[in-house]
């Protein structure tokens, strides 16, 4: 059986985004203000390992690992 014990795996965190330009709207308030937010700081990651893994060999066969960016509101997806 063939295993293979190490990998490097090259991790680059986001960048926070661009938050977003909104303003707050709600009835009989007539001049709301913004509500809008700045992005986030980003740079953070987590890895996790698997209990059950017994190999890494399919790192291998995968170049590039790409995850989406959240919504503007900050919540993950």
Not at 26 to 46: L, T, Y
Not at 61 to 72: E, T
């Amino acid at each position: 059986m063939k295993f293979l014990d190490e990998a490097k795996v090259y991790i680059r965190s986001g960048d926070g985004g661009n938050g977003c330009v909104a303003f707050r709207r709600e009835k009989f308030i007539e001049f709301g203000g913004p509500s809008g937010g700045n992005g986030g700081r980003g740079g953070d990651v987590i890895v996790e390992v698997a209990d059950g893994l017994n190999t890494l060999i399919d790192l291998i066969r995968r170049k590039l690992v790409r995850l989406v960016d959240c919504p503007h509101d900050g919540e993950p997806l």
